[in-house]
Every structure is written in structure tokens, then in C-alpha cells.
């Protein structure tokens, strides 16, 4: 589930940012460290995480530690962040 997704437009420096699938309507959101977001995902009901993980743009979590993932306040609260 951990394919990257360089289907972007932005520079190679982006490449450890990732965002939600509703970014694009710029709501209201925040930035959240990568190891947050796996642990928050880990804590879910298998159920949960696949829509969650559904909602994010994918990463390596072995890159956790130098991803930035921007969340929307409603996937946020779907993890529990
Ligand atoms: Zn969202």
C-alpha cells in the first residue's frame, strides 16, 4: 500500500509532502509530522485505515520521518489527530 505517487506537477522537493485527496478545495487543515500520521493510521479498524489511507496521497513508510502529510480537519478527525 506504499507506493509512492509522483503524479504531481511539483519539484523533486516536494516529494515528502503528501496531502489528502481534498486539498485541492483548500479547507481548513494542518501539516502533520509522517510517524504521526502511520501511528494514527495503526490505531485504526482495518476498515478505518484503508478509507483513511484511501483519503492521503501514499508514501513509503519507511520515509515517515522525513514526510510531511497535510490533512484536512475532517481526515484529521477521521484519525484522530
Ligand atoms: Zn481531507
Redesign the pocket.
Known sequence: MSQPTEQGEGPASTAFVRY????RKH?P?AYYGGIEYVAALQKLKASAAMQAVG?VESFFWNDAPKVQVW??H??AAALGL
Open positions: 489528502c485527496i481534498h486539498y479547507p487543515g483519503n490533512l484536512c475532517e481526515c
